[in-house]
DNA sequence: ACCGAACTACTACTTTGGGAGTAGTTTACG
DNA sequence: CGTAAACTACTCCCAAAGTAGTAGTTCGGT
């Protein structure tokens, strides 16, 4: 069997923790670190520059989030596997990011021999998730079919924004201050927002998402 | 000036974090790990077997977790300094970390410097909080005050029923209509209802209302 | 090169929400 | 009996929300 190295790409706004994932892949011959960022921005431009095989991402990071660099990095066609690397466990997260096109969903906790061979499992196309985490996407699938209205999933990135604000119980104006539009501009976005929710105001919106987050 | 070394005990669950640490600590002629647990249990084993001066603490541990593990260590008469190192900056998290006992705060994105730097200072007597949590932390004072204010029982019945009515969505014109009254009566009691719970608007009422029935 | 989706921003308009004040009625309580 | 709290309802006024239509930009995909 031919010997091929996996280079990997870690992100993480975690030093420390990227410290020690490197150090600890620096020890396998076959697994080559070739970069690291900190943040999603970074990230995205070293997977361009660097096309790694594999992409180890941490979900939560300030600026631009877990999620939205993963789906960044498909909408800039990288082609490298991603796989997340999380400590979170919830349902959520974890099936956003499989919906979000990742090839992997790894627990931070993760023993260190296993995340080596998930590793090496996930260059070589598999998907590799973390056995934790298997009932938890049972469950989700049983979610699914009942949720069969249309969902956060239908929004678009920025109506998704915004109705998070409403859920905060911010106007529009402010709102618009926050993501610095026009006030006019939310307006345009939350009638949009409503239309597809089927909702009737955002006083309807606001208490759809708090109900939908518990 | 005397060189003292000051002795850490890590605690952790994710192994590498764990590694990560050591590494970076090891580098340090003034700092010792002087030992590792993975969870609660061993670490309060651990802390009364090795008095170290201080103890990293993570939060989010399976089985017994850090504020447990916190709270079980003070019951023990440990006297180390424990400063929690967690990823959460949830003002949840800090606050109930900093009620339970604990010396310090720290980000898990702190940069290596800062945290050498942190861990001396809080062997030193000092209690160090991670910069980015002052914000959360001021605004955690403003919360206490208000949650101290009145609730559900201050109001009148007939806002009561309103202040649910609104937590389904309904407008003025639509609740004056299913309580016979007219609209204008109906916004004098969200008027007043308002001022009651010192909330900003309707939608802040259904927010609430909403959080507060689950 | 073209198309469509998403995002932006405007004008113009209507409806709803909310503040402040006045005031009449009912009801419970000392 | 007097009074205070609750409920009712109005007016006036302005701010916020929401609808409709037009239109420019950017960006990814066919």
Redesign the interface.
């Known amino acids: 069997m031919t010997q091929t190295t996996h280079t990997v790409l870690l992100v993480d706004?975690?030093?420390?923790?990227?410290?020690?994932?490197r150090?600890?892949l620096d020890l396998e011959i076959d697994i080559k670190v070739i970069g690291e960022a900190a943040n999603g921005k970074d990230a995205v431009v070293l997977a361009k520059e660097l096309t790694p095989d594999l992409i180890l991402l941490d979900l939560?990071m300030?600026g631009m989030d877990g999620i939205e660099t993963l789906v960044t990095l498909r909408e800039a066609n990288v082609k490298s596997r991603v796989v997340v690397f999380s400590?979170s466990d919830d349902s959520n997260d974890v099936v956003t990011a499989l919906k979000s096109g990742a090839d992997g969903y790894l627990l931070?906790?993760t023993?260190?021999e296993e995340?080596i061979e998930s590793i090496r499992r996930a260059c070589d196309g598999k998907m590799v998730i973390s056995d934790e985490l298997n009932e938890v996407l049972a469950l989700s699938f049983r979610e699914q079919q009942k949720s069969l209205g249309p969902d956060l999933n239908s929004l678009t990135r920025r109506e998704l924004q915004i109705i998070k604000y409403?859920?905060?119980?911010l106007?529009n104006k402010l709102i618009g201050r926050k993501l610095d539009i026009a006030e006019s501009t939310v307006k345009v976005h939350v009638k949009n927002l409503l239309k597809k929710l089927n909702?009737?105001?955002?006083?309807?919106a606001?208490?759809w998402m708090?109900?939908q987050k518990?």
Chains 1, 2 share one sequence.
């Not at 706004?13 to 994932?21: A, C, I, M, S, W």
């Not at 409403?166 to 119980?169: D, L, V, Y």
Request: no cysteine; aromatic share 0%.
């Open positions: 706004d975690h030093p420390l923790l990227r410290k020690g994932v150090q600890l939560s300030k400590v931070k906790d023993e260190p995340l409403i859920a905060e119980g106007s909702l009737r105001s955002r006083v309807e606001a208490i708090v109900e518990k």
